[in-house]
């Protein structure tokens, strides 16, 4: 078979559009190879990525290189070499370091920079067996909630190319969306996971603070950032947290307690007598109708299910934002000052409008006579807010909630919109403040066919009850019609 | 949009455990760069060595107000968060040490690799001390 007449099989087979547990099945059957899978991707990439712009081009590593990493996992699995992600292709953002491989944070400053090493979390990558396929596209320096301050152009919604697939993990969202890659990896400091997981309908996990590596990841707010799994089902983020989380001796702020098995057997019945809390708050006013109504549907289908639904009050998520707002801010201008083009990257002329915008505000609330007001404030309100997630939990298992106010906006909306990212992760930013896990699931469609998503919170360290719920939720609502759509690109 | 420096000048000097007298010094020095428009984004364009350019200074300054209007809120929160320390994090570890023994690391090369200039296996920066 010539190699166009492959291609054109290979879309054919849909290889792209299985889950990761689907594709380990079949490779370990050897109904197809790790090449099969990948080239099935690299297919899609090149069939739809000019319409959603998901991967930093040139795409990296090179063709050669990704296809040379699949024969070398085909290799092991025709020695029967068990590992958790052998031959399974996989998208990262492009903030994190890829020894070898260009990383840009997708902005002009880090243009030319290749990293002398691999982030843990790529590390952990290889190690289990993974291709990496390519590098995602985001808003620069993670700074958004659109891609649109990507100096890469922006990505667009697989399901709609003239809506925003969310951000600042746009472009792995997207390419999880578009069937691109079998998975990808995201970070969220408040909502960059969850917030366009749930406009691109697919499934994204931020893990409790610390649960995941952050070494070798563009730093945004280094008491916030936290990578974690974008996937197509619920399934795969469990077996993907598991090869991601761990302590690391690069990362002192990694976790100590143990990783759970968040694979094991779904537990029957872990939703009967479950106590699922719902705060009025997060319905906060302007919220879409549709996405109240989709959400507030699903929690009924969850007390059918047995869950018992608590009503709790949780801080107004407007402060939230604020406290949000300062720190990240504070930490970014902090963290950007590395950047002085000397031992990578360029010159800091090239920052692009956000960037600066953040610096800006960041050295404004830590500069003298301004630390009390903004900062020292910001930082008794985070306390206030993880008090008041720990006395929720006293009352509740898990915390339910629309992920994003509103359907995916239009392309442009993020133009000159001060605090659009801020604003769009409204409902994620108490929780990451708190530091606690929390997933996006998907759970349908607008009557203008864009998905509406749905996030379940957990306690720190509660990622195995956070998954089981989504998990079992997935389940009980696998046949619904929705669930067969895909985007039409 | 928030009147600006409605923000009482004296009031917010820093009075907190560490650091008082260093920064209420620098603080009245500070406060008139902040003094007006101009001058607070010049002031904090040079503090973090960003070039700005005369009209996005204005954007910059027009849009710093209106996430300030927006972050006071805040101060309703104030009677609820007197008696809290703040957190500057939330993972409860401290003092997270190892011993202190040498490891394999990047080489001289491998670490020089992406730097602009360089001379005898050094970076090469730009004066810092002259004025040329």
């Given at each position: 078979m010539d190699y166009l007449k492959l291609k054109e099989f290979l879309i054919m087979t849909e290889?792209?559009?299985?889950t990761i547990k689907q594709a380990k099945e079949g490779l370990i059957k050897r109904e197809f190879s790790s090449f099969d899978l990948t080239e099935a991707c690299l297919a899609q990439i090149e069939k739809v990525d000019k319409k959603i712009n998901a991967f930093i081009k040139p795409i990296a590593p090179t063709y050669d290189d990704v296809v040379s990493a699949a024969r070398k996992a085909d290799k092991l699995l025709s020695s029967n070499q068990d590992l958790p992600l052998l031959g399974i292709p996989i998208a990262v953002k492009d903030n994190f370091s890829t020894m070898g491989i260009r990383t840009t944070a997708s902005s002009k400053v880090l243009d030319d920079y290749i990293p002398p090493y691999d982030a843990t979390v790529v590390k952990k990558l290889k190690d289990a067996g993974a291709v990496l396929i390519g590098k995602t596209n985001m808003d620069a320096w993670a700074h958004g909630s659109s891609t649109e301050t990507s100096d890469y152009g922006s990505t667009k919604n697989?399901?709609?190319?003239?809506?925003l697939p969310g951000g600042s993990s746009g472009g792995s969202a997207a390419a999880v969306a578009a069937d691109e890659a079998i998975a990808a990896i995201g970070s969220e400091t408040a909502g960059s996971i969850r917030q366009p997981a749930s406009w691109c309908g697919v499934v994204g996990l931020k893990p409790t603070y610390g649960r995941v590596s952050r070494y070798g990841v563009i730093a945004m707010a280094s008491s916030l950032d936290s990578p974690g799994p974008i996937t197509k089902t619920v399934e795969d983020s469990a077996l993907l947290l598991r090869v991601l989380a761990g302590t690391d001796e690069f990362d002192a702020t990694t976790s100590l307690p143990p990783v759970g098995d968040y694979t094991l057997p779904v537990v029957d019945n872990k939703i009967k007598n479950l106590k699922i809390g719902i705060s009025d708050?997060?319905?906060?006013?302007?919220?879409?109708k549709e996405v109240e109504s989709a959400v507030r549907l699903s929690i009924e289908k969850l007390e059918k299910m047995g869950a018992k639904i608590v009503k709790i009050n949780l801080v107004k998520p407007k402060y939230a934002t604020s406290v949000y707002t300062i720190i990240q801010r504070s930490e970014v201008s902090s963290n950007l000052a590395?950047?002085?083009?000397?031992?990578?990257?360029?010159?800091?002329?090239?920052?692009?409008e956000e960037a600066k915008r953040r610096i800006v505000l960041g050295t404004y609330s830590l500069s003298s006579g301004y630390y009390n007001q903004y900062y020292n404030r910001a930082a008794k309100a985070r306390s206030l807010i993880v008090n008041d997630f720990e006395k929720a939990f006293e009352k509740v298992n898990v915390i339910l909630g629309p992920t994003s106010p509103s359907l995916p906006l239009h392309a442009g909306a993020s133009e000159n919109a001060a605090m659009f990212g801020e604003i769009a992760d409204i409902l994620v930013e108490p929780s990451s403040i708190a530091g606690l896990p929390g997933i996006n699931i998907p759970i349908g469609f607008s009557k203008s066919m864009l998905p509406i998503g749905m996030q379940i919170i957990g306690r720190q360290f509660a990622e195995d009850l956070v998954l089981q719920v989504a998990h079992q939720y997935e389940m009980a609502t696998a046949n619904e019609n929705w669930r067969k759509k895909r985007p039409n690109l | 949009m928030v009147k600006k420096h409605e923000i009482s000048k004296s009031k917010d000097l820093i009075i907190s455990s560490t650091g008082t007298t260093a920064r209420s010094e620098i603080s009245s020095a500070s406060v008139t760069y902040f003094s007006d428009d101009k001058t607070r984004i010049k002031h904090i364009a040079e503090l973090a060595a960003l070039d700005i350019t005369q009209d996005e200074g204005v954007k910059l300054s027009q849009q710093l107000d209106e996430t300030l209007a927006y972050i006071n809120?805040?101060?309703?929160?104030d009677n609820l968060v007197s008696q809290l320390e703040p957190s500057s994090q939330i993972t409860g570890l401290e003092n997270i040490s190892r011993e202190d023994e040498p490891s394999p690391s990047l080489s001289q090369d491998e670490a020089l690799k992406n730097a602009k200039a360089t001379q005898n296996g050094l970076f090469k920066v730009k004066g810092v001390l002259n004025n040329d």
């Open positions: 290889l792209n559009s299985l697989p399901w709609n190319t003239k809506h708050e997060y319905f906060i006013d302007g919220i879409d590395r950047y002085d083009g000397v031992r990578f990257g360029k010159d800091r002329k090239l920052f692009g | 809120n805040l101060k309703d929160l």
